[in-house]
């Protein structure tokens, strides 16, 4: 069955950056793209960007383009998320979603990570 | 950048009631709107895609229709385990997400 696990929970100081994984199982990891999506607390869902796995492509919110960066190891079957230069409105709970659809870039989700909050503050 | 508006924010409807969220995008989106449900603490679920699509396993009470730029979800007979945020998607390209409607049982 599909799983995606991703790290534990982190505490940052403004200003640092973060790093989130997310180890994918029960597909072929690079079949499908990764999407990671963010969620602030009490907020709805923000969209952040997906990476291709295959050939490690990348799309990113306009929002987070120069601060974002999403990486791969196909090697283990996992996607990182990094984003840089935090502030407290970072503070969320970081999700990697994985594509529907085969070789899609649409952002059409229907397997999620447990999700890793990541709490910025001085 | 498309722009997508849900309403109402949340709502409060007694066990049984029909149920209806809309959505509308900024621009024409064709038919490539889903619709995900959070409960509380938990992972957010696809529940419908290409506007009218069940995904698997997913209650029948639950349809969805529009294309465009309008859309709705609809609950035929609302059930306690409904209680949760649910949101649009418009996903031909990014993925954004509507603010989430809010639904708890009165």
């Known amino acids: 069955q599909v799983q995606l696990v991703q790290s534990g929970a982190e505490v940052k100081k403004p200003g640092a950056s973060v790093k989130v994984s997310c180890k994918a199982s029960g597909y072929t990891f690079t079949g499908y793209y990764m999407h990671w999506v963010r969620q602030a607390p009490g907020q709805g869902l923000e969209w952040m960007g997906w990476i291709n796995p295959n050939s490690g492509g990348t799309n990113y919110a306009q929002k987070f383009q120069g601060r974002v960066t999403m990486t791969r190891d196909t090697s283990i079957s996992t996607a990182y998320m990094e984003l840089s230069r935090l502030r407290s409105d970072d503070t969320a709970v970081y999700y990697c979603?994985?594509?529907?659809?085969?070789?899609?870039?649409?952002?059409?989700?229907?397997?999620w990570g447990q999700g890793t909050l990541v709490t910025v503050s001085s | 950048d498309i722009q997508m508006t849900q309403s109402p924010s949340s709502l409060s409807a007694s066990v049984g009631d029909r149920v209806t969220i809309t959505c509308r995008a900024s621009q024409g989106i064709s038919n490539y709107l889903a619709w995900y449900q959070q409960k509380p603490g938990k992972v957010p679920k696809l529940l419908i895609y290409?506007?009218?699509t069940l995904q698997s396993g997913v209650p029948s009470r639950f349809s969805g229709s529009g294309s465009g730029t309008d859309f709705t979800l609809t609950i035929s007979s609302l059930q306690p385990e409904d209680v949760a945020t649910y949101y649009c998607q418009k996903y031909n390209s990014a993925g954004t997400f509507g603010q989430g409607t809010k639904v708890e049982i009165k």
């Open positions: 290409a506007a009218s």
């Open positions: 979603a994985r594509a529907r659809i085969e070789y899609s870039s649409s952002g059409l989700v229907d397997y």
